[in-house]
T-cell receptor
Framework: EDQVTQSPEALRLQEGESSSLNCSYT??????LFWYRQDPGKGPEFLFTLYSAGEEKEKERLKATLTKKESFLHITAPKPEDSATYLC?????????????FGTGTRLQVTL | ETGVTQTPRHLVMGMTNKKSLKCEQHLGHNAMYWYKQSAKKPLELMFV???????ENNSVPSRFSPECPNSSHLFLHLHTLQPEDSALYLC?????????????FGPGTRLTVT
Protein backbone atom coordinates (compact mmCIF):
# COMPACT_ATOMS: atom_id res chain seq x y z
CA GLU A 1 0.00 0.00 0.00
CA ASP A 2 1.29 3.45 -0.93
CA GLN A 3 2.19 5.54 2.12
CA VAL A 4 3.23 9.16 2.54
CA THR A 5 4.51 10.29 5.93
CA GLN A 6 5.38 13.82 6.97
CA SER A 7 7.53 14.66 9.97
CA PRO A 8 7.54 16.25 12.36
CA GLU A 9 3.81 16.62 12.89
CA ALA A 10 4.40 20.03 14.45
CA LEU A 11 7.45 22.28 14.65
CA ARG A 12 8.02 25.46 16.60
CA LEU A 13 10.94 27.66 15.56
CA GLN A 14 12.23 31.01 16.62
CA GLU A 15 12.58 33.65 13.94
CA GLY A 16 15.85 33.06 12.11
CA GLU A 17 16.17 29.44 13.26
CA SER A 18 16.56 27.32 10.11
CA SER A 19 15.17 23.79 9.91
CA SER A 20 13.85 21.13 7.53
CA LEU A 21 10.53 19.38 7.07
CA ASN A 22 10.47 15.81 5.81
CA CYS A 23 8.14 13.95 3.45
CA SER A 24 8.96 10.26 3.10
CA TYR A 25 7.09 7.77 0.95
CA THR A 26 6.79 4.08 0.29
CA UNK A 27 5.19 3.98 -3.11
CA UNK A 28 5.47 2.35 -6.49
CA UNK A 29 5.45 4.38 -9.66
CA UNK A 30 6.62 7.73 -8.30
CA UNK A 31 6.30 10.44 -10.93
CA UNK A 32 7.00 13.46 -8.78
CA LEU A 33 5.96 15.45 -5.77
CA PHE A 34 4.21 18.70 -4.88
CA TRP A 35 4.69 20.92 -1.86
CA TYR A 36 1.83 23.11 -0.70
CA ARG A 37 1.38 25.64 2.10
CA GLN A 38 -1.96 25.91 3.91
CA ASP A 39 -2.94 28.76 6.20
CA PRO A 40 -5.76 28.31 8.74
CA GLY A 41 -9.18 28.63 7.11
CA LYS A 42 -7.74 28.64 3.60
CA GLY A 43 -7.08 26.17 0.81
CA PRO A 44 -3.60 24.84 0.06
CA GLU A 45 -1.33 27.18 -1.90
CA PHE A 46 1.01 25.63 -4.47
CA LEU A 47 4.72 26.02 -3.76
CA PHE A 48 6.83 23.58 -5.79
CA THR A 49 6.79 20.62 -8.14
CA LEU A 50 9.73 18.20 -8.20
CA TYR A 51 9.87 15.46 -10.82
CA SER A 52 13.34 13.91 -10.62
CA ALA A 53 15.63 12.66 -7.86
CA GLY A 54 18.31 15.29 -7.28
CA GLU A 55 16.06 18.14 -8.38
CA GLU A 56 15.92 21.28 -6.24
CA LYS A 57 13.59 24.28 -6.31
CA GLU A 58 13.86 27.54 -4.36
CA LYS A 59 11.49 30.34 -3.51
CA GLU A 60 12.45 33.05 -1.05
CA ARG A 61 13.34 31.29 2.23
CA LEU A 62 12.13 27.86 1.05
CA LYS A 63 14.10 25.19 -0.78
CA ALA A 64 12.67 21.82 -1.77
CA THR A 65 14.75 18.75 -2.60
CA LEU A 66 13.84 15.28 -3.83
CA THR A 67 15.38 11.82 -3.53
CA LYS A 68 13.95 8.44 -4.48
CA LYS A 69 12.55 7.93 -0.99
CA GLU A 70 11.95 11.36 0.48
CA SER A 71 11.69 15.08 -0.01
CA PHE A 72 12.81 17.88 2.24
CA LEU A 73 11.50 21.39 2.56
CA HIS A 74 14.31 23.51 3.99
CA ILE A 75 13.35 26.78 5.64
CA THR A 76 16.21 29.26 6.00
CA ALA A 77 15.94 32.08 8.55
CA PRO A 78 12.16 31.76 8.88
CA LYS A 79 9.89 34.66 9.72
CA PRO A 80 6.57 34.60 11.60
CA GLU A 81 4.71 34.88 8.26
CA ASP A 82 6.09 31.46 7.32
CA SER A 83 3.85 29.95 9.99
CA ALA A 84 1.45 27.54 8.25
CA THR A 85 0.85 23.85 7.61
CA TYR A 86 3.06 22.45 4.87
CA LEU A 87 1.67 19.57 2.83
CA CYS A 88 3.42 17.24 0.44
CA UNK A 89 1.61 15.25 -2.22
CA UNK A 90 3.19 12.37 -4.11
CA UNK A 91 2.33 11.92 -7.78
CA UNK A 92 1.84 8.24 -8.52
CA UNK A 93 1.60 6.64 -11.92
CA UNK A 94 -1.61 4.69 -12.59
CA UNK A 95 -0.85 3.65 -16.13
CA UNK A 96 -1.84 6.43 -18.51
CA UNK A 97 -2.83 8.82 -15.71
CA UNK A 98 -1.59 9.79 -12.27
CA UNK A 99 -3.05 10.16 -8.84
CA UNK A 100 -2.03 12.24 -5.85
CA UNK A 101 -1.50 10.92 -2.34
CA PHE A 102 -1.22 13.65 0.29
CA GLY A 103 0.59 13.54 3.60
CA THR A 104 -1.06 14.82 6.79
CA GLY A 105 1.19 17.89 6.92
CA THR A 106 3.66 19.58 9.23
CA ARG A 107 2.27 22.46 11.27
CA LEU A 108 5.00 25.11 11.53
CA GLN A 109 4.93 27.96 14.01
CA VAL A 110 7.60 30.66 13.87
CA THR A 111 7.82 32.96 16.86
CA LEU A 112 9.61 36.27 17.43
CA GLU B 1 -12.42 37.52 -9.27
CA THR B 2 -9.22 35.56 -9.61
CA GLY B 3 -8.15 32.00 -8.96
CA VAL B 4 -10.63 29.53 -7.52
CA THR B 5 -13.65 30.70 -5.55
CA GLN B 6 -16.04 28.67 -3.41
CA THR B 7 -19.41 29.47 -1.89
CA PRO B 8 -20.62 29.34 0.75
CA ARG B 9 -17.56 29.55 3.00
CA HIS B 10 -19.46 28.07 5.95
CA LEU B 11 -22.50 25.82 5.98
CA VAL B 12 -24.44 24.22 8.81
CA MET B 13 -27.06 21.70 7.79
CA GLY B 14 -29.23 19.08 9.38
CA MET B 15 -29.11 15.46 8.30
CA THR B 16 -32.37 15.78 6.33
CA ASN B 17 -31.44 18.97 4.46
CA LYS B 18 -30.39 19.34 0.86
CA LYS B 19 -27.74 21.91 -0.01
CA SER B 20 -25.20 22.59 -2.73
CA LEU B 21 -21.61 23.78 -2.73
CA LYS B 22 -20.40 25.89 -5.63
CA CYS B 23 -16.93 26.28 -7.10
CA GLU B 24 -15.78 28.55 -9.91
CA GLN B 25 -12.32 28.79 -11.44
CA HIS B 26 -11.04 31.80 -13.37
CA LEU B 27 -7.77 30.23 -14.53
CA GLY B 28 -8.84 28.78 -17.86
CA HIS B 29 -8.19 25.25 -16.61
CA ASN B 30 -9.81 22.12 -18.01
CA ALA B 31 -9.92 19.90 -14.92
CA MET B 32 -11.70 20.39 -11.60
CA TYR B 33 -11.66 18.39 -8.38
CA TRP B 34 -13.50 17.97 -5.10
CA TYR B 35 -11.53 17.06 -1.98
CA LYS B 36 -12.54 16.39 1.63
CA GLN B 37 -10.22 17.54 4.41
CA SER B 38 -10.80 16.24 7.93
CA ALA B 39 -8.73 16.97 10.99
CA LYS B 40 -5.56 14.86 11.30
CA LYS B 41 -6.28 13.11 7.98
CA PRO B 42 -4.74 13.59 4.53
CA LEU B 43 -6.74 15.28 1.83
CA GLU B 44 -9.14 12.77 0.29
CA LEU B 45 -9.89 13.06 -3.41
CA MET B 46 -13.61 12.69 -4.07
CA PHE B 47 -14.25 13.48 -7.72
CA VAL B 48 -12.35 14.53 -10.84
CA UNK B 49 -13.78 16.21 -13.91
CA UNK B 50 -11.74 16.65 -17.08
CA UNK B 51 -13.31 18.71 -19.87
CA UNK B 52 -16.69 18.44 -18.04
CA UNK B 53 -16.55 14.64 -17.98
CA UNK B 54 -16.26 12.80 -14.68
CA UNK B 55 -13.09 10.74 -14.81
CA GLU B 56 -12.86 9.64 -11.20
CA ASN B 57 -15.24 8.83 -8.37
CA ASN B 58 -13.24 7.73 -5.38
CA SER B 59 -15.89 5.44 -3.88
CA VAL B 60 -17.82 8.41 -2.58
CA PRO B 61 -21.24 7.71 -1.00
CA SER B 62 -24.20 8.61 -3.19
CA ARG B 63 -25.33 11.28 -0.73
CA PHE B 64 -22.65 13.40 -2.45
CA SER B 65 -23.56 14.20 -6.04
CA PRO B 66 -21.23 16.26 -8.25
CA GLU B 67 -22.20 18.33 -11.25
CA CYS B 68 -19.94 20.03 -13.78
CA PRO B 69 -21.92 22.08 -16.32
CA ASN B 70 -18.76 23.54 -17.93
CA SER B 71 -15.01 23.65 -17.35
CA SER B 72 -15.29 26.70 -15.09
CA HIS B 73 -18.02 25.58 -12.68
CA LEU B 74 -18.34 22.66 -10.33
CA PHE B 75 -21.07 21.85 -7.84
CA LEU B 76 -21.39 19.35 -5.03
CA HIS B 77 -24.99 18.52 -4.15
CA LEU B 78 -25.49 17.25 -0.62
CA HIS B 79 -28.44 15.33 0.82
CA THR B 80 -29.12 13.22 3.91
CA LEU B 81 -25.61 13.71 5.20
CA GLN B 82 -24.18 12.15 8.36
CA PRO B 83 -22.32 13.93 11.18
CA GLU B 84 -19.07 12.27 10.04
CA ASP B 85 -19.39 14.22 6.80
CA SER B 86 -18.52 17.39 8.68
CA ALA B 87 -15.24 18.62 7.18
CA LEU B 88 -13.61 21.24 4.98
CA TYR B 89 -14.57 20.66 1.35
CA LEU B 90 -12.02 21.95 -1.10
CA CYS B 91 -12.34 22.55 -4.80
CA UNK B 92 -9.28 22.62 -7.04
CA UNK B 93 -8.48 23.06 -10.71
CA UNK B 94 -5.57 22.25 -12.98
CA UNK B 95 -4.66 22.70 -16.61
CA UNK B 96 -5.42 19.06 -17.32
CA UNK B 97 -6.77 16.06 -15.42
CA UNK B 98 -3.74 13.82 -15.69
CA UNK B 99 -2.85 14.36 -12.02
CA UNK B 100 0.76 15.14 -12.84
CA UNK B 101 0.60 18.94 -12.79
CA UNK B 102 -0.09 21.33 -9.97
CA UNK B 103 -3.60 21.97 -8.77
CA UNK B 104 -4.86 25.31 -7.51
CA PHE B 105 -7.23 25.24 -4.58
CA GLY B 106 -10.12 27.39 -3.47
CA PRO B 107 -10.56 28.54 0.14
CA GLY B 108 -12.94 25.71 0.96
CA THR B 109 -16.40 25.35 2.48
CA ARG B 110 -16.48 24.47 6.18
CA LEU B 111 -19.43 22.06 6.50
CA THR B 112 -21.00 21.12 9.78
CA VAL B 113 -23.71 18.44 9.83
CA THR B 114 -25.90 18.47 12.92
Amino acid sequence: EDQVTQSPEALRLQEGESSSLNCSYTVSGLRGLFWYRQDPGKGPEFLFTLYSAGEEKEKERLKATLTKKESFLHITAPKPEDSATYLCAVILSTGTASKLTFGTGTRLQVTL
Amino acid sequence: ETGVTQTPRHLVMGMTNKKSLKCEQHLGHNAMYWYKQSAKKPLELMFVYNFKEQTENNSVPSRFSPECPNSSHLFLHLHTLQPEDSALYLCASSQDGTGAIEQYFGPGTRLTVT
